[in-house]
């Protein structure tokens, strides 16, 4: 194998397949970047056996060839090439050694094999349909906040996407919750999602998802099927496999009866409720909110004495009530509201969870529990 590239053109898809690789493997190939030269171009595959990116780039292909080179060394030599410099791999025979040049640097690089690189089969994904960059963002930034990290519950570890109705209309719904907070929002059911299969979409795929919509515009095309789930760009393509498990009926822990609403400007809450939080205990994070008429009082306490107090006009008619909330959690929420808009509370008590809600969005609900204070 010998191309030639620019340095830009493969530090970016680098960047991108290294982020995969899992730094602590006992698998040696699994460190590796397997990388395909023909026809003009390079494709890129790295995997960690339960997800793997390949992403294509234009380039100078003299031979075509493949090989596989520590992901993570390649992706340190390509950033620390100089700006516009050329980048020549080559790979002579089997001598078991790539060869990097650019001007004047020269590294060489230890390969492994090409046929011990594991690839993801290549299940056949039944489902299939296109969403915009901007729905798929709305999608994990109003959930993915929720996700657990408690590893025993481990159903809970990802975003569950699903289809249901709302409305006596057909959604595409996304929910995550770690038993303290849940987040759900939805969005019309794109064109060939009926009948999809109800997924758990991993933490770590979510987070590389993510970090792939961020450079793209376009649409992401989507295929799905019971175990694995595939997102494509204009040129990436990810495959991850779902977290088998249950999610729980997260239907139930959304309260119908909460009857005290009271309306807030979420930019100045969040930057009172962050105030007053700067005392709170690291472990608890807890914040009372007081609310009688059109004045909310939110209140902190520490250990050593120490006590923060602070008072805004809110839009709230019903019954005079305190309760408290973990305030990392509370900001969390009130993030997915724009700052210029007004959150919603829907309260009972304050041993009941509380619904809130961004007046300007019908499509996100998000429910808290409370914690005593």
Same mark, same amino acid.
């Given at each position: 194998?010998?191309?030639?590239?620019?340095?830009?053109?493969?530090?970016?898809?680098?960047?991108?397949?290294?982020?995969?690789?899992?730094?602590?493997?006992?698998?040696?190939?699994?460190?590796?970047?397997?990388?395909?030269?023909?026809?003009?171009?390079?494709? !890129?595959?790295?995997?960690? /056996?339960?997800?793997?990116?390949?992403? %294509?780039?234009?380039? #100078? +292909?003299?031979? @075509?060839?493949? *090989?596989?080179?520590?992901?993570?060394?390649?992706?340190?030599?390509?950033?620390?090439?100089?700006?516009?410099?050329?980048?020549?791999?080559?790979?002579?025979?089997?001598?078991?050694?790539?060869?990097?040049?650019?001007?004047?640097?020269?590294?060489?690089?230890?390969?492994?094999?090409?046929?011990?690189?594991?690839?993801?089969?290549?299940?056949?994904?039944?489902?299939?349909?296109?969403?915009?960059?901007?729905?798929?963002?709305?999608?994990?930034?109003?959930?993915?906040?929720?996700?657990?990290?408690?590893?025993?519950?481990?159903?809970?570890?990802?975003?569950?996407?699903?289809?249901?109705?709302?409305?006596?209309?057909?959604?595409?719904?996304?929910?995550?919750?770690?038993?303290?907070? !849940?987040?759900?929002?939805? /969005?019309?059911?794109?064109?060939?999602? %009926?009948?999809?299969? #109800? +997924?758990?979409? @991993?933490?770590? *795929?979510?987070?590389?998802?993510?970090?792939?919509?961020?450079?793209?515009?376009?649409?992401?095309?989507?295929?799905?099927?019971?175990?694995?789930?595939?997102?494509?760009?204009?040129?990436?393509?990810?495959?991850?496999?779902?977290?088998?498990?249950?999610?729980?009926?997260?239907?139930?822990?959304?309260?119908?009866?909460?009857?005290?609403?009271?309306?807030?400007?979420?930019?100045?809450?969040?930057?009172?409720?962050?105030?007053?939080?700067?005392?709170?205990?690291?472990?608890?994070?807890?914040?009372?909110?007081?609310?009688?008429?059109?004045?909310?009082?939110?209140?902190?306490?520490?250990?050593?004495?120490?006590?923060?107090?602070?008072?805004?006009?809110?839009?709230?008619?019903?019954?005079?009530?305190?309760?408290?909330?973990?305030?990392?959690?509370?900001?969390?929420?009130?993030?997915? +509201?724009?700052?210029?808009?007004? *959150?919603?509370?829907?309260?009972?008590?304050?041993?009941?969870?509380?619904?809130?809600?961004?007046?300007?969005?019908?499509?996100?609900?998000?429910?808290?529990?409370?914690?005593?204070?």
């Amino acid at each position: 194998m010998k191309i030639t590239i620019d340095r830009a053109a493969l530090l970016k898809p680098l960047a991108h397949v290294q982020s995969v690789v899992e730094r602590r493997n006992t698998i040696p190939i699994l460190a590796n970047v397997l990388l395909q030269a023909k026809e003009g171009r390079v494709s !890129l595959t790295a995997t960690d /056996m339960d997800m793997d990116v390949v992403e %294509s780039v234009a380039c #100078s +292909v003299e031979q @075509p060839g493949s *090989a596989t080179v520590p992901a993570l060394t390649l992706y340190e030599i390509a950033r620390k090439l100089q700006d516009g410099s050329e980048v020549e791999l080559t790979v002579a025979g089997d001598s078991g050694r790539m060869a990097i040049r650019a001007g004047r640097s020269n590294f060489s690089l230890p390969t492994l094999p090409v046929e011990e690189f594991p690839a993801l089969s290549g299940d056949e994904l039944t489902t299939n349909f296109v969403l915009s960059a901007a729905d798929a963002k709305t999608l994990i930034d109003r959930t993915r906040f929720a996700i657990s990290t408690e590893e025993t519950r481990y159903y809970l570890n990802g975003i569950y996407l699903h289809e249901t109705q709302a409305n006596g209309m057909a959604v595409l719904r996304a929910v995550a919750t770690d038993g303290h907070r !849940l987040a759900r929002v939805q /969005m019309p059911l794109p064109e060939g999602a %009926s009948g999809m299969p #109800s +997924v758990i979409v @991993p933490r770590k *795929a979510v987070t590389e998802i993510r970090k792939l919509i961020d450079e793209t515009d376009g649409d992401v095309q989507i295929g799905l099927s019971e175990n694995k789930l595939r997102f494509a760009f204009a040129d990436t393509v990810m495959t991850t496999k779902l977290i088998d498990g249950t999610f729980p009926d997260y239907e139930r822990v959304i309260p119908a009866g909460n009857d005290k609403i009271m309306r807030v400007d979420c930019g100045s809450f969040k930057k009172a409720v962050d105030r007053v939080a700067t005392i709170s205990t690291e472990k608890s994070r807890s914040v009372k909110l007081a609310v009688t008429n059109g004045t909310l009082t939110l209140s902190a306490n520490s250990p050593d004495n120490a006590q923060a107090t602070e008072e805004m006009d809110v839009e709230y008619g019903a019954a005079s009530m305190e309760i408290g909330f973990n305030s990392r959690y509370l900001l969390d929420i009130a993030d997915q +509201v724009d700052d210029g808009g007004k *959150a919603v509370f829907q309260m009972a008590d304050a041993a009941s969870p509380t619904i809130v809600t961004d007046e300007a969005d019908d499509g996100a609900l998000y429910v808290l529990m409370p914690m005593r204070v």
